[in-house]
Nanobody
């Protein structure tokens, strides 16, 4: 069974840090990229970050550049999102996704993990 499982969400104060993890299993084919998007209530889905499976190139939304870092685990189907200096505007459900390429459509995603930034 194909699935993506996210973990690591939680509640932090502004300026705090969290590290999200994503583990994919059951996929027969490799995907070209793995990444994260987020969605807050009443807002549109926003692509946060992506990393290419072939060359490890990373991409970030302008809103998180310099604060978030995406990385891969030992396998191409594992990814992490280190989030530092979190702001209230980062509050959202974060979803790990697979795509053929960074910038491509979200082809498969997990159930999401909640990140809440509040004082």
């Amino acid at each position: 069974q194909e699935q993506l499982v996210e973990s690591g969400g939680g509640s932090v104060q502004p300026g705090g840090s969290l590290r999200l993890s994503c583990a994919a299993s059951g996929f027969i084919l490799d995907y070209g990229a793995i990444g994260w998007f987020r969605q807050a209530p009443g807002k549109e889905r926003e692509g946060v970050s992506c990393i290419s499976s072939s060359d490890g190139r990373t991409h970030y939304a302008d809103s998180v550049k310099g604060r978030f870092t995406i990385s891969r685990g030992n396998g191409k189907m594992t990814a992490y999102l280190q989030m530092n200096n979190l702001k209230s505007g980062d509050t959202a459900s974060y979803y790990c996704y697979l795509s053929q390429s960074c910038g491509g459509g979200y082809e498969f995603w997990g159930q999401g993990t909640q990140v809440t930034v509040s004082s």
